[in-house]
């Protein structure tokens, strides 16, 4: 693209608490491009956005729109500038009718009156400029399929927005179907002149749609790539990273002894989750077995079918050989199997209670310090000191609730309780998301002397690297169905390119 | 010491929120003309004046105290009920029930004993209507447990104008207990042993909740349900559970104010009890033995608010006002520690 750059960002740094989310990110955009940012989770992509659309404010660096610094402080401001974003999650009011949405934007701020007849005439004009179609503007957006509520929502983005256009994961939620259309808007959009910025992590619809790609990667800018988009896998090694250091794990002993067998397991999909449509794979003692994959392809539903609290559909599990379709945790944990949840802070602990209580916080811990119905509060006080010593939770006291101790302290706890029932099996999902890089090694370290204790791990995790680094074996999780396990040394050729979906052909399966 | 400033800091809070809210009502009693010294003069007078009026703050107190540990029960469960109301009511009339049809069949000793547990079964029954509601539909608890106590008290006026109504009577009322079936009383004061009842019922709820296994699956449940869930624990039963015992207290609470004070039952039998009670239940920090001190600082209020009318000329729903506002107070810090927590 030629010209000077629509919007450009210099030297952008942003960080959350511990996690530097972004470090120095420079990167410029050209009108009339669609142009895709690029990146697994946590690489940075929506943070990045959120600072151009005025939603949060960057700890240091520069925005330019037309050569002229910016300096947003709101939402609004980006929106008066001519910039709007749309979100994963609707901003729409479900029970009001499409017309009541759009009178949100539409209405001029001193109208008084409810004109329907102006709004529609003022709806059914910006629609037509964007070209979308607007049907019923009497229903209620709760009914429309999802499809029309996210062209609902460009349409409120673009009303005053006619700069720059922000979408966030924008197809997570369709249809192929509906992703069509919306390309197809998009490069209407651009032939008008407009810089559409569309974040995703998914590759084919990268070569569909995209002028140019940038690539972050943990809050770095890997590199920008001009399109057409013939072989991807360019990009794909771009956006999981260079083959990393082969960490060589600590010898132990892989018996051949399979611990936990998946068969062909189907389950539902969560509230805006995938399916689980052919899950296959083994954990054997002493093994450390890694399912890789992009976020949102069914780990949640894995770890749920696991877990007991979410119904076997089809396919079979089994435990130490013996056939398990669990419906509820309790039968789970009883068969010595330990989690660590995907959110530790919505279900691994319980934020308003103590350190010594979310010790306790397991079905085998409160059976082995229960005495005829009562708790036996110095036994347990003296297990939960030496659970934080052994596995060095930094705490002022036993006493000091949950909700107080850091990140890496609070899954420490949770993996120092999981631990304390001496389980064959533990399963961890995304055990170090959110965490600094010393309490990300600390958990993965602790992660491998677990194996060593002969023990399986089954370890679901978005951070390819984290996998990569303390697996015995790998499997890829894409659109809840699972490649064929790999072993070491990695070929990350075909990891990349399982994770981006190539080579999952129409079976679902590589 | 570690210990000692845990307990500051929630006792804290709960201070607070008295003294704004007592700034507030003088704010009120000022507004109205009247010196809020001597109102309150009056009421401390009127509360703890002389032994008689402190037997009334006792009084008044018991149902507080019983009712306030329902709501401690069921909120430690993460369970709102707003039904210690209907569920008192359902006790009231149990127990009035046993006095006319049971009492009779029953040996002397028994009577009362039968009585009371009937009560508490009868609470802990109109609050499984709630609780299997939620659990079996997700019906909203605190919604369904407000209309039940609408049903309850409807339910009370057929059965003093209908089967349980006195012989001969002028008004709408239950025949009064056989004297066998009341609780003991300090005589010549109106304080009864239901007093000893409700006290051994905190300390019994505090130990159940921070002693026993089920206790704290309880408050697990209350704090996180699905990390209690994943610890292997049975929310759903837990829930029902903790909703029967809330019921239970409540219903119990019904049963000691008959056996205790009124003998009987007719309309309007409680003046609210089960709604002073959220505010017992949130002043003493959801803790049973924090709700001795709660109930008792309402029941002074409520027992000295007579006196404040009669000598200072305020009226006594100044008291309610004092109620209300101790309850925002506590929700505005509430609100503010978590928003200082959030940022942190």
Redesign the interface.
């Known amino acids: 693209m030629s010209g000077s750059p629509a919007v450009e960002v210099r030297g952008i740094y942003k960080r959350y608490g511990p996690v530097q989310a972004l470090s120095g990110v420079s990167l410029s955009f050209a009108w009339g491009e669609v142009h895709a940012v690029l990146g697994e989770n946590g690489a940075g992509k929506s943070t990045l956005m959120r600072i151009l659309a005025g939603e949060e404010r960057a700890d240091a660096g520069e925005i330019r729109l037309g050569g002229q610094t910016l300096h947003l402080r709101s939402p609004l401001e980006a929106r008066a500038l001519g910039i709007g974003m749309v979100h994963q999650h609707f901003a729409l009011a479900d029970r009001l009718s499409v017309r009541e949405n759009l009178a949100l934007v539409l209405a001029e701020p001193r109208e008084w009156r409810f004109d329907s007849a102006q709004l529609d005439r003022r709806a059914r004009a910006w629609a037509e400029r964007v070209g979308l179609e607007l049907a019923a503007l009497d229903e209620p957006v709760g009914h429309l399929p999802v499809g029309a509520r996210q062209r609902l929502e460009i349409l409120k983005a673009l009303v005053g927005a006619r700069r720059v256009l922000i979408l966030d994961e924008p197809t997570a939620v369709l249809t192929p179907g509906e992703a069509e259309q919306l390309f197809a808007m998009l490069r209407q959009l651009k032939a008008q002149g407009l810089l559409v910025l569309f974040i995703t992590h998914r590759l084919p619809e990268v070569a569909v749609v995209a002028d140019r790609v940038s690539v972050l990667r943990h809050g770095r800018v890997v590199g920008t790539f001009d399109g057409p988009f013939p072989d991807l896998t360019e990009l794909a090694r771009a956006m999981v990273g260079e083959l990393p250091v082969e960490s060589a794990p600590s010898p132990r002993s892989i018996s051949g002894e399979p611990l936990l067998e998946l068969h062909g397991v189907q389950a539902a999909a969560s509230a805006a989750g995938m399916p689980l449509r052919a899950v296959s794979l083994q954990v054997r003692r002493g093994e450390i077995v890694g399912v890789a994959g992009v976020d949102g392809n069914g780990q949640r539903e894995l770890f749920e079918v696991l ?1 007991g ?1 979410r119904p076997l559909q089809a396919g079979e599990i089994r435990l130490l050989g013996r056939r398990l379709a669990p419906r ?3 039968e789970v ?2 068969a010595g199997v330990g ?1 660590i ?1 995907p959110d530790r802070q ?8 103590s350190v010594a ?1 979310n010790v ?4 085998a811990s ?1 059976t082995r310090f ?1 005495r005829h ?3 036996e ?1 110095s036994r347990i006080r003296a297990h939960a000191a030496e659970l934080v010593e052994r596995y060095r939770i930094r705490t002022p ?1 036993l ?1 000091t609730r949950a ?1 107080a101790l850091s990140g890496g302290n609070q899954q420490r706890l949770i993996l120092a309780r999981e631990l304390a029932a001496e389980p064959q099996l533990l399963v961890a999902v995304n055990p170090t998301r959110g965490l600094d890089f010393l309490a990300t090694r600390a958990i993965a370290k602790a992660l491998q002397e677990v194996a060593a204790r002969g023990c399986g791990v089954l370890l679901v995790s978005t951070d390819l690297d984290e996998v990569l680094s303390c697996s015995d074996r790998i499997t890829v999780l894409y659109r809840g169905s699972t490649s064929p396990l790999l072993a070491r040394p990695w070929d990350l050729q075909r990891l990349s390119a399982w994770m981006a979906g190539l080579g999952f052909a129409q079976t679902g399966q590589p | 010491m ?2 000692m400033r ?1 307990v500051a800091r929630e006792v804290f809070p709960s201070l607070a929120a008295v003294a704004l809210a007592l700034l507030v009502g003088a704010a009120f009693v000022w507004a109205s003309g009247v010196s809020p010294a001597l109102a309150f003069a009056a009421l401390v007078q009127g509360a703890f004046g002389s032994l008689d009026s402190l037997s009334e703050v006792a009084v008044k107190t018991c149902p507080l105290l019983l009712t306030g540990l329902a709501i401690i029960a069921a909120f430690r469960a993460g369970v709102w009920n707003i039904g210690a109301e209907g569920q008192l009511l359902a006790g009231a009339a149990a127990i009035a029930f046993a006095g006319r049809y049971l009492a009779p069949e029953l040996p002397a000793l028994l009577a009362l004993p039968a009585g009371l547990a009937l009560a508490a079964a009868s609470g802990a029954a109109w609050a499984a209507l709630a609780a299997l509601l939620k659990v079996q539909r997700n019906v909203n608890e605190v919604i369904s447990t407000i209309m039940l106590n609408f049903v309850a008290a409807a339910l009370l006026s057929y059965l003093v104008q209908g089967p349980l109504m006195e012989a001969g009577a002028r008004y709408p009322q239950s025949d009064a207990l056989p004297a066998h079936m009341l609780l003991p009383r300090l005589a010549p004061y109106r304080v009864h042993a239901g007093l000893g009842l409700a006290v051994l019922a905190a300390v019994a709820l505090q130990i159940f909740l921070f ?4 206790g ?2 309880l ?2 449940v209350g ?2 349900p ?9 929310a759903r039963r837990t829930v029902l559970f903790a909703f029967a015992l809330s019921g239970a207290l409540a219903g119990l609470a019904g049963g000691v104010e008959v056996a205790g004070v009124t003998r009987r039952i007719y309309e309007r039998f409680s003046p609210g009890w089960g709604f002073t009670a959220i505010a017992v239940g949130l002043l003493a920090r959801i803790h049973p033995l924090g709700a001795l001190l709660s109930a008792a600082f309402f029941g002074a209020l409520d027992a000295g608010s007579n006196s404040m009318q009669r000598v200072a000329g305020v009226s006594a729903v100044l008291v309610q006002v004092i109620q209300g506002c101790v309850i925002l107070f506590l929700a505005a810090f509430e609100t503010y520690r978590r928003r200082a ?1 959030n940022r942190a």
Do not use: C, K
Request: net charge neutral; charged share 20%; aromatic share 8%.
């Open positions: 877990a609290l509820s945790p309790s944990l009883d989690f949840p919505r279900e691994g602990l319980v934020l308003a209670m209580e306790l916080l397991h079905r409160l229960t119905g009562f708790l509060w006291s006493e909700a | 570690n210990m845990q002693r026993t296994r089920r704290f699956e408050r697990a704090g996180n699905a990390a209690a869930v994943l610890a292997g624990i049975d927590a």
